[in-house]
């Protein structure tokens, strides 16, 4: 029914920057909450950061507060998550998650997941 597409990772050096892209498909509607996860080897999925239908609430996981921040394009129906000051611990796939109801870091309150793309940061 929604299609969930992630773009923008890639590599970058301890203490750089990136920025993630995550594209919903026609059907979505504006008021869909999204949210971002992440997962690396060897590890669980954790949850990252979430943002409703107009920037509110946000939620971020506590270790990237103050270095994350998330924001949308309404008429693009994209959502950005700029991550600044990387660190080697941030190397993960991040996949996105689209869900008509607030979900905040509830995995299974997503109703769309997107495919996920890899971030590595070296030191």
């Known amino acids: 029914q929604v299609q969930v597409a992630e773009s923008g990772g890639g590599s970058a050096q301890a203490g750089a920057s990136l920025r993630l892209s995550c594209t919903a498909s026609e059907r979505a509607d504006t008021s869909y909450a999204m949210g971002w996860f992440r997962q690396a080897t060897g590890k669980e999925r954790e949850f990252v950061a979430a943002t409703a239908w107009l920037g509110e609430p946000n939620l971020f996981e506590d270790s990237i507060k103050g270095r994350f921040t998330i924001s949308r394009d309404y008429a693009k129906k994209t959502m950005y998550l700029q991550m600044n000051s990387l660190k080697p611990e941030d190397t993960a796939v991040y996949t996105c998650?689209?869900?008509?109801?607030?979900?905040?870091?509830?995995?299974?309150?997503?109703?769309?997941w997107g495919q996920g793309i890899k971030v590595t940061v070296s030191s």
């Open positions: 998650a689209v869900s008509e109801r607030w979900s905040g870091s509830y995995s299974p309150g997503y109703d769309w």
